[in-house]
């Protein structure tokens, strides 16, 4: 639970070197995520996903007194799925009160809504070890949810986690809703935790949701561009995975290259900031 300092929680330097390492390869993943909404339903409006900035403070504190009287209840009864459940959506709302919409939209992601994201990463873990039937519409949630923490990791053995409990939670939403939108979306998380067999599959099931010869084109050139950018980011890994292995073979520390904010920078570019 979010008060028992659960292995999600962790502290960010945002003033160090590496705080745009692992962001420059995932924030990518974002726009992407984009696309895909914008193939079924048209332009999104991300701010409408959060709370308005000007109330946010409020709003986070909420939801945060929310958390803590579930969590009071959880006490005495820690695997009670409802109660998992409430804390879950009461924490992403904490968090997504946290984040800063800009005028058009954009987020400015915060250092509170981090680790309110964390805690609910945990208790949505505790859920699905106490329930049976997933809530679909928390599983969209915390597909999104898992996905920023992917953007905003600290390394990318922590990324990689993200990314798949993103997929897994994504899968239970296209198991009960199978549509265009929950397929393409699975598709592309599965690209990045490297199934490239399963998601060619989830590809091709999406194909057949198609209304139109230029939405197919679409698709397909949208899971091409992911997978090319998927793959190198898989080598990306295994390039550092070597480095580390034999730096700790020798006695040392990664280098330097491998942990800095360019360390990734020349796989996708730039990366998004961190607020206070």
């Not at 070197?17 to 079924?40: D, E, I, N, P, Q």
């Not at 109660?83 to 800063?100: C, D, I, K, M, P």
């Not at 949630?141 to 798949?164: D, I």
Request: hydrophobic fraction near 35%; charged fraction near 25%; aromatic fraction near 6%.
């Amino acid at each position: 639970m979010a008060s028992g300092g659960s292995e999600h929680k962790m502290l960010f330097d945002i003033r160090g070197r590496r705080k745009t390492a692992v962001k420059a390869v995932y924030a990518v993943l974002a726009v992407l995520m984009g696309a895909s909404l914008f193939l079924v339903v048209g332009p999104v409006n991300i701010g409408s996903l959060f709370n308005s900035s000007e109330s946010s403070g409020s709003a986070a504190k909420q939801f945060e007194e929310q958390a803590v009287g579930i969590e009071r209840k959880l006490k005495k009864d820690p695997e009670n799925p409802d109660l998992l459940l409430s804390l879950t959506r009461a924490q992403v709302n904490a968090g997504n009160s946290s984040v800063e919409i800009g005028p058009s939209g954009e987020r400015g992601m915060t250092l509170g809504a981090i680790q309110q994201y964390q805690q609910a990463s945990q208790s949505w873990s505790e859920y699905l070890e106490a329930t049976d039937e997933p809530n679909g519409g928390i599983a969209q949630l915390m597909a999104v949810t898992l996905f920023t923490l992917a953007e905003y990791s600290r390394s990318l053995p922590e990324a990689e986690s993200n990314v798949q409990a993103a997929a897994e939670a994504q899968q239970i939403v296209a198991d009960q809703r199978p549509n265009l939108n929950s397929l393409s979306t699975l598709a592309l998380y599965t690209l990045f935790t490297f199934d490239y067999a399963k998601a060619a599959e989830l590809k091709a099931e999406t194909l057949k949701l198609a209304v139109s010869k230029s939405q197919e084109e679409s698709i397909e050139k949208q899971f091409e561009t992911t997978e090319k950018r998927a793959r190198e980011l898989e080598k990306t890994i295994e390039k550092e995975e070597k480095a580390r292995n034999k730096a700790k073979q020798n006695g040392g520390t990664t280098p330097e290259s491998l942990e800095g904010p360019n360390a990734l920078g020349g796989v996708f570019g730039g990366g998004a900031e961190l607020g206070e």
